[in-house]
Nanobody
Framework: QVQLVESGGGLVQVGGSLRLSCAASGRTHSSYAMGWFRQAPGKEREFVATIDWSGSSTYYADSVKGRFTISRDNAKNTGYLQMNSLKPEDTAVYYC??????????????????WGQGTQVTVSS
């Protein structure tokens, strides 16, 4: 099993930045894709970004492309989501997830078998 704990959320003004972290523990010696998803009130959970095991391949939702950067440090068992130029529509609970079925990346929530508890990001105007 893999346990995931997100941190770094908070309240930020429009145009500001936040860096989310996702600390993994448990069966972290196995390769897995890592993804970030978000869910705003009254909306479905949506894909934000994903990264492969090596960290060399990433993919982003169009809504965050050019503003968010996903990365990972496998030596520290930690993933990151750097969020810049934040907008009010970025307000949501952000979740990190691990897909232990692949070392590549994945955009499909159902592929991910482990999830963190989420961290709130609020962008105020």
């Amino acid at each position: 099993q893999v346990q995931l704990v997100e941190s770094g959320g908070g309240l930020v003004q429009v145009g500001g930045s936040l860096r989310l972290s996702c600390a993994a523990s448990g069966r972290t010696h196995s390769s897995y894709a890592m993804g970030w998803f978000r869910q705003a009130p009254g909306k479905e959970r949506e894909f934000v970004a994903t990264i492969d095991w090596s960290g060399s391949s990433t993919y982003y939702a169009d809504s965050v492309k050019g503003r968010f950067t996903i990365s990972r440090d496998n030596a520290k068992n930690t993933g990151y989501l750097q969020m810049n130029s934040l907008k009010p529509e970025d307000t949501a609970v952000y979740y990190c997830a691990a897909d232990t079925g692949t070392s590549g990346w994945s955009t499909i929530p159902l592929r991910y078998d482990y999830w963190g508890q989420g961290t709130q990001v609020t962008v105020s105007s």
